[in-house]
């Protein structure tokens, strides 16, 4: 049997050394802004995660009016798009109108991650509180990191640091397409500069430019990834893989996992890749052990419809249900190589920090920041693409990718500038 190949986790410590030992100087806490996008949620924690901090991280979530006439105001900011909703329900109340207009209103209770969080419930997030809780017990429990991640994000964890600047680090993931000063750190992948590069320039046309942003540079509170940050680093791999042996050990080996995400505006495909993709794993079978599928909650119907027909009663083929548990990190782990869809940044960010061979289908439906985003991976050696003439058994290996650590890193050098570190 083949032996599964993880990535060793870093040795030594994860960042500098504490400077020092103890005080308002040490940030003990976390406080996680969310979207309710699991995509962006785990983006801030797997920063969290790899800052040491997991265990003591307090998760917040921006909630917009939904249902009804609200799915069509999403293009509004949060403050408005409130404000309209709470002037409906002022003006038409009950009323059959009113309930058709607002739809049923679904405030999220529950968050489940790929990983362990230890959390049932998640609060709605108020800056005002958040901000007056970091600075009452400055003095007792240290400094605030606040992470957050989305657009909806940006207007509160930029209200936090306002309202608390001495006692909170506040670091936005994903480029806020606003003032970059409103943040102490600001982590964005490095295709969100797209549109500065001669190919970018060129795209966009003329009477866009003034509006499309970023207009510069990035500058020194800007720290720059290759993809996405998320939780599955060295340890979390081995402990799924733990979790995962019984039911993927056994298997015929090379494992080929497939994960196959949706079409976006920047990457638009359709049945059309679900037959090349069925075409190009028909012709590497006889090179695979096994081979495991999974669809993502984008997946369109027509896609997946085409994968289930053609794949479903295969013997060496097996394709997730969509039922918990989700065998994700455990296909990280045990998987010998990956088949991506270039529409997921994150599903491929993730499948690249384990330095297995990771394909890609798809990549030239791309546009925009997805082919500069692809084009950097390429050149990184991490990806190739999928044609269907590839022999599994052969393999091939990089340097993981390990953005979450790197940016890690970073924080910590920054925090060290004001005079603070992160506790262990």
Known sequence: MRPIRLPEPPSGAAGMPEIFEGGVNVVRRAVVIGNGFAGAENQCLGLVRALGLSDRQTIYRVIRPSGGINEWLHWLPLYLHKIVDHILRQLLGGSRVGLVLRGKRVVPSTFHTSGSIGLSSILEADSRKIATLARETFDKEGPTLVVACGRDTVSISSSIRRL???????????????????FDLVVTPRHDYYALTASGQKEIPRYLKRWV???????????????????????????????????LDPLPKP????????????????????????ASLHNVLKTCGSVRIS?????????????????????????????????????????????????????????????????????????????????????????????????????????PLNDAAEVALRVREFLAERGWSIGR
Request: glycine share 8%; net charge positive.
């Open 213 to 247: 942003t970023p207009q510069e540079p990035p500058g020194r509170n800007v720290v720059l990834t290759v993809g996405a940050l998320h939780q599955a680093d060295p340890v979390a791999l081995r402990v799924a893989a733990s979790a995962w042996h019984d039911e």
């Open 255 to 278: 494992l080929l996992v497939v994960n196959i995400g949706g079409p976006t505006k920047n990457c638009k495909y359709g049945a059309d890749l679900a037959k090349q993709l069925v």
């Open 164 to 182: 608390a600047p001495d006692n909170v680090f506040v670091i936005q993931i994903q480029h806020p397409r606003t003032q970059l000063n409103r």
């Open 295 to 399: 669809f993502s909650r984008r997946t369109p119907r027509k896609v997946s419809d085409v994968i289930i027909k053609e794949l479903g009663t295969h013997p060496k083929v097996y394709i997730w249900d969509g039922q918990d548990p989700n065998p994700h990190m455990g296909h990280l782990a045990w998987g010998d190589a990956f088949v991506i869809t270039a529409d997921s940044i994150s599903m491929l960010s993730e499948a690249c920090s384990t330095g297995k061979p990771v394909y890609v289908i798809g990549a030239e439906h791309c546009k925009w920041k997805f082919t500069d985003f692809h084009k950097n991976l390429r050149e990184k050696g991490v990806v190739r693409t999928f044609t269907g003439l590839e022999d599994i058994s052969n393999s091939w290996s990089y340097p």
